[in-house]
């Protein structure tokens, strides 16, 4: 069967791919449309294994909210190169990819997987651009009040979760401030934990066997050593508990200071029960 040139047009418009895949597809299948798709389905699978042991550290980070903003979703999407994320049609399909998030019931591991809405959008893509893609994660939370902070144009993703103000309490100048700089702090002080609680008990440890290695020479009694140790591990808490940091704004005021600032101003407990942090890149190395 002879391939026209607007069976070609039609083929690439639906499906994305290049003139010569399209037209090799509509080959391979005589013209049949629907054996063409599955054909450069395959094809970009098969492109995509071929692909996936490449870095993919670039990309971008986005962001979706609901109207009232209860639900909120992010996900990271790489690419290979900065070239490529910079380009409309990658941040169309993060786009598309943080949708997709929003709003599926489903886990991040059945989304990104080969037959998933994610994994095969992705797999489509790897083979239309021809650089490695993934969706290392995705996150979605939901409270009275989620804030949001998208910094140096999707590089880096917060989400962050409120609970206790809600209605009129939200739109006060007090609280939408406080909201922003939550946001914007957890951005640039990269807080690994949110309270002490959470810290794990081995992580407390190390830190104690260093401090200990430390003043193992200094000569000072057992107790007077724990004593230290107990100070130290205050200015330890201080950079990786959020609650515990001192605020971008102002150092000398710590974030659980602001949020009983917040909380007196708007009349009613803001507590913060959780947070997202995505860095792009920052998968890939871990």
């Not at 809405?117 to 083979?127: S, W």
């Not at 290392?136 to 989620?146: E, F, M, S």
Request: charged share 25%; aromatic share 4%; proline share 3%.
């Amino acid at each position: 069967m002879a391939i026209t040139a607007e069976m070609v047009k039609n083929l690439r418009e639906r499906t994305g791919a290049g003139m010569m895949e399209c037209k090799t597809a509509l080959t391979e299948s005589n013209g049949d449309v629907e054996a063409a798709i599955e054909y450069l389905r395959k094809r970009g699978m098969a492109q995509a294994a071929k692909r996936a042991g490449r870095v993919a550290s670039e990309g971008l980070v986005g962001i979706k909210l609901n109207d009232d903003r209860t639900l909120g979703v992010m996900a990271e999407v790489n690419c290979e190169t900065d070239f490529v994320a910079r380009n409309d049609g990658f941040k169309a399909l993060v786009d598309e990819v943080t949708t997709t998030v929003f709003t599926s019931d489903q886990p991040h591991a059945a989304l990104v997987a080969p037959d998933g809405p994610i994994g095969t959008r992705i797999t489509a893509e790897i083979a239309k651009v021809g650089e490695n893609m993934g969706v290392p994660r995705t996150a979605k939370l939901t409270a009275d009040h989620v804030g949001s902070y998208s910094h140096m144009g999707g590089k880096i993703g917060v989400l962050v979760q409120l609970q206790g103000a809600t209605g009129e309490a939200t739109t006060t100048d007090a609280f939408k401030a406080f909201v922003t700089e939550l946001a914007m702090h957890i951005a640039a002080a990269a807080p690994q934990y949110l309270t002490r609680a959470e810290v794990p008990a081995e992580a407390v440890e190390k830190e104690k066997e260093i401090y200990r290695a430390q003043m193992a020479e200094s000569g000072k009694p057992a107790n007077v050593i724990e004593k230290i140790i107990e100070g130290k591990l205050g200015a330890f808490y201080e950079q990786v508990c959020l609650v515990d940091q001192p605020t971008i704004r102002d150092p000398k005021v710590k974030v659980s200071q602001a949020l009983d600032t917040v909380s007196k101003a708007v009349g009613a407990p803001v507590t913060i029960t959780g947070f997202a942090r995505f860095k792009v890149g920052e998968a890939s190395q871990s």
